[in-house]
């Protein structure tokens, strides 16, 4: 199997039937390696490793994002894939949450924002707040 479609086989699985030709696609010239780069490299080679579940992948992913900071399109994407492979609402938030700690609140607050607009988008119901305390 060529690494691209190694890649691309794992790709779909989070993201869809027919999406890594399409993020390829969309890009222009000597954009569209870059995004072949990324499906080969991102996919073909990480995602396919054993050891971890595509959800638990996509969690790691949603956290090196909010951690990282200003990468608002890839938490969409990500937050898209979490919910695909299986990943729940408060999963997914409660990993943001986690972060905090290591990014500090101003990107923590930005990214919970962007996830909690995509899970709106999605129609997926969003956990109420555990109050003060978290109880």
Not at 5 to 32: C, I, N, P, R, S
Not at 63 to 71: C, D, F, M, Q
Not at 88 to 115: D, M, S, W
Request: overall charge negative; hydrophobic content about 40%; glycine content about 14%.
């Amino acid at each position: 199997m060529k690494r691209f479609e190694k890649g691309a086989h794992w790709f779909e699985e989070v993201y869809g039937a027919g999406k890594a030709d399409g993020l390829v696609e969309m890009q222009t010239g000597l954009a569209q390696d870059l995004a072949r780069f990324g499906v080969e490299f991102n996919f073909g080679d990480i995602y396919s490793r054993p050891g971890l579940t595509l959800a638990q992948r996509e969690l790691l992913s949603l956290a090196s994002l909010v951690t990282i900071g200003g990468l608002e399109p890839q938490l969409r994407g990500h937050t898209r894939g979490a919910i695909r492979v299986g990943c729940t609402p408060t999963e997914i938030l409660e990993t943001v949450i986690h972060v905090v700690q290591y990014c500090g609140f101003p990107k923590a607050l930005n990214a919970i924002r962007v996830v909690t607009d995509q899970l709106i988008e999605l129609g997926v119901e969003i956990p109420p707040a555990l109050g003060e305390g978290g109880e």
